[in-house]
C-alpha cells in the first residue's frame, strides 16, 4: 500500500526566504506526482504535475523535482511572500491502471510572516 | 463551468438524517472523483467515476454511503442516517479522461452532523 509522507508538518518562515518541502513516497512505482495548495476553508489549487519520466516542473516561483527511484520530491519556493501561506500538499498517482486514485500526503502548513 | 462546482458549500444537519452533495465537474471532464478530508486530517479517498461507472469504490466508508453519475456530468454523493463521525468537508474532483492528466478540486462541501 502507497503512502505519502510529508516533512515538515509545519513552517513558519520569515517573508523573503526560499525554503523547500518535502514529500516521500514507500512505492516508486508512480505514474505522477501532484503538489496541490489548499487555503484554509477552501479546496485544492493544483500547482505542479510531474510525470513519472520527467525530473522536475517549474511554474513561476515554484519548482517540484521527482526522484522516483529514491521515492522523493521536493516543492521549492523562491522568495517567501505572505500570500504563499497555506497547506501544501503532494500526492502520487499508482501506476497499476487500476483506477486513478491519488494518494496524499499530511501536508505542510506554511505560514510566511510579513 | 469554469470549474467544478460543489453544493451546499456547508451543511448542517441532525444525526440519523440523510443528505446529498453534488458536483459539477468541469465540462468535458469524464473522470470524477469524491474525497473526504475530515478536520485536521489528509484526504481519503472514497469514488470514482470514469464516465457513469464507478470502477473503483473501495474507498466508501460504509454502505451508508452511495454515490451515483449521470449523463458523464453531475455526481451526487448521498450519506444516509448520517453520524456525527461523517462530519468532514467532502471534495469533489474531476480530470480529463485517463491518467496522468491533471486533476482539478471543488472547493467542497462542509458537513456538520449534530
Known amino acids: 500500500k502507497q503512502e505519502v509522507t510529508q516533512i515538515p508538518a509545519a513552517l513558519s518562515v520569515p517573508e523573503g526566504e526560499n525554503l523547500v518541502l518535502n514529500c516521500s513516497f514507500t512505492?516508486?512505482?508512480?505514474?505522477?506526482l501532484q503538489w496541490f495548495r489548499q487555503d484554509p476553508g477552501k479546496g485544492l489549487t493544483s500547482l505542479l504535475l510531474?510525470?513519472?519520466?520527467?525530473r522536475e516542473q517549474t511554474s513561476g516561483r515554484l519548482n517540484a523535482s521527482l526522484d522516483k527511484s529514491s521515492g522523493r520530491s521536493t516543492l521549492y519556493i523562491a522568495a517567501s511572500q505572505p500570500g504563499d501561506s497555506a497547506t501544501y500538499l503532494c500526492?502520487?498517482?499508482?501506476?497499476?491502471?487500476?483506477?486513478?486514485?491519488?494518494?496524499f500526503g499530511g501536508g505542510t502548513r506554511l505560514m510566511v510572516k510579513p | 463551468g469554469a470549474g467544478v462546482s460543489q453544493s451546499p458549500s456547508n451543511k448542517v444537519t441532525e444525526k440519523g438524517k440523510d443528505v446529498e452533495l453534488r458536483c459539477d465537474p468541469i465540462?468535458?471532464?469524464?473522470?470524477l472523483y469524491w474525497y473526504r478530508q475530515r478536520l485536521g486530517q489528509g484526504l481519503e479517498f472514497l469514488i470514482y467515476?470514469?464516465?457513469?461507472?464507478?470502477?473503483?469504490k473501495s474507498g466508501l466508508p460504509s454502505d451508508r454511503f452511495s454515490a451515483e453519475r449521470t449523463g458523464e456530468s453531475v455526481s451526487t454523493l448521498t450519506i444516509q442516517r448520517t453520524q456525527q463521525e461523517d462530519s468532514a468537508v467532502y471534495l469533489c474532483?474531476?480530470?480529463?479522461?485517463?491518467?496522468?492528466?491533471?486533476?482539478?478540486f471543488g472547493e467542497g462541501s462542509w458537513l456538520t452532523v449534530v
Open positions: 474532483a474531476s480530470s480529463l479522461s485517463g491518467s496522468g492528466n491533471t486533476i482539478y
Open positions: 512505492d516508486s512505482a508512480i505514474y505522477n
Open positions: 510531474i510525470q513519472s519520466s520527467q
Open positions: 500526492a502520487v498517482l499508482p501506476n497499476n491502471n487500476a483506477g486513478n486514485m491519488l494518494t
Open positions: 465540462s468535458g471532464h469524464t473522470a
Open positions: 467515476f470514469q464516465g457513469n461507472s464507478a470502477p473503483d
